[in-house]
């Protein structure tokens, strides 16, 4: 039995994000299930599962299960997973079938960190590199933007890709950021301001790289059947996929190919979708080469071509495919494993209409992709406003 | 402050690391289907036989890709410094630093060749140099 349009997200709630020193990361994440929670116009008591991610600031052994506690929820589905940034959409997956077997009804997923305020800069940069391999990777110094620089480097060398046309990822998600109050960063930048900016790890400089950030978001998820009735439009979960090549960069099949062929394809044919159809799409943006090689492997345009892509389309409002409307982790807030959560909040909003001077027209028809590790482990969606 | 240190050298992967120790590259090389595999793992991912052999390599290469970092991952890590992915001549990849080199020296494909470098008393690491001879530079 196909999932296609058998649940909707039916409440959508993101924290103040930035800087936020006066909130813990266990704090945060009970405002986001309370906040999506109630944007549902349902109860605490009407959810039964809860998805959760851990903390790095304030890491708990078992943490759905605590912040279960922490809300006094008693769930019959209540699971922590710590893949990292992809985790979103594939434990939505997971959820999704859960309700449609019937072993749970209502499932809310969050993801709250205080990687800017509860960690020192250099814990925060030693925590994110530990997810290199602890004997044959990490020994020799590689940092996180070093880990992304590889495969743009290996992109350029391959396809020609040139600095500038990378840089346009910076400056089209900012763009959208503009106009977004809730972004970290707003002013609008030049892909020179992003060529001048302090190199971090050749060939990525400052404005490639994501933001540290302090944050939270949860959405819920219902039978379609249930959503129906329910305070919200429903966005309809029309595809999934996920996919996994790897998990050491130094493992990888192919630095500039990734699962997220693997997953987008899964997910466009359990949806009935092409590329073509969607009026925007919210990809993870970790870094510039994440979003360019996600733009080929996603199918809107060849392997190889992202970067005359993103040069003669660009990805900014009003591009045919307009990418990370509320700003993306580069521009609008990346709190660590929650990062992606924002762009899939983001999501639900374009569909509901709810985006005001950001809002895409005709938002018929969304994709949500969210990777994790290095360009490892990757999940998409097909989210639309009919089933 | 030391650099970050291999957390286990002892069991499968031991080899690897009294050899870098004795100033040779040694991986695994399945005696049975012919596979060289690295990292070091109890079984071959190819044919599933168990217990690879290990076998010295050339300790020759070229650049993959690499990374000249510029934000040093802690204080032990004087930038700039050069990552690398190296695939060896033998057929698998690993990730390595450069040294000894102009960062800007250093192209994707470009010949290399393995060196030693100690990381504490006890360990001694495989690092790369670019080739003189019979590579791009």
Known sequence: MSLRGATALVGAYDTAVGVVPDRTATELCAEAIRGAVADAG??????????????????????????????????????????GGGTTVSALAHAAAAIQ???????????????RSGLTRDQAMRLQSSTGHPDFEQPYGPTVPAYYALIAQAH??????????????AVDTRAHAARNETAQMRDL?????????????????????????????????TSAERARDLKQAPVYCLGFGEGHSHEHISQARDL???????????????????????????LYDCFTPTVLVELEDLGFCAK????????????????????????????????????????LTEAIRQLRGDCGERQVENANLGL????????????????GREC | ME????????????????????????????????????????????????????????????????SIVRRGLTKAYEAPYAVALIDLAEGPRLMSNIIDCDPENITVGAAVEVAFASWSEAITLPVFRLSTEGGTL
């Open chain 2, 3 to 66: 650099k970050v240190l291999p957390q286990r050298v002892d069991g499968v992967s031991a080899p690897f690391f009294e050899g870098a120790s004795d100033g040779v590259l040694k991986i695994q090389h399945c005696a049975d289907c012919g596979h060289w595999q690295f990292y070091p793992r109890p079984f071959c991912t190819a044919c599933g036989a168990d217990d690879p052999a290990w076998e010295v390599t050339r300790g020759r290469g070229t650049v993959a890709s690499f």
């Open chain 1, 256 to 282: 500039t190919t990734s699962a997220a062929a693997v997953s987008g394809a899964a997910a466009y044919a359990m949806a009935g979708v092409s590329p073509s159809d969607f009026a925007f799409a919210q």
């Open chain 1, 101 to 115: 077997a019937g072993t749970a009804g209502t499932v809310v997923m969050v993801m709250a960190d205080s990687l």
């Open chain 1, 304 to 343: 190889g071509e992202g970067g005359a892509y993103l040069e003669s389309e660009g990805m900014g409002p009003g591009a045919r495919l307009p990418v990370n409307t509320h700003g993306g982790m580069l521009s609008h807030c990346h709190p660590g494993n929650p990062g992606a959560m924002f762009g």
């Open chain 1, 42 to 83: 349902l109860d605490l008591e009407d959810v039964d599962g809860l998805i959760t991610c851990n903390s790095m600031a304030q890491p708990i052994l078992y943490h759905a299960e605590a912040m279960a506690e922490y809300l006094q929820m008693y769930p019959h589905l209540c699971m922590t997973l710590p893949t």
């Open chain 1, 368 to 383: 949500f992709h969210a990777q994790g590790g290095i360009m490892s482990s990757h999940a998409t969606l097909v989210l």
């Open chain 1, 156 to 169: 350029m060398a391959t396809f020609g890709t040139t600095p500038e046309q990378l840089a346009r990822v």
């Open chain 1, 189 to 221: 930048i030049t892909v020179d301001d992003v060529l001048n900016s302090r190199p971090i790890a050749d060939p990525l400089r400052l404005l490639e790289c994501s933001l540290v950030s302090d944050g939270g978001a949860a959405v819920v998820l």
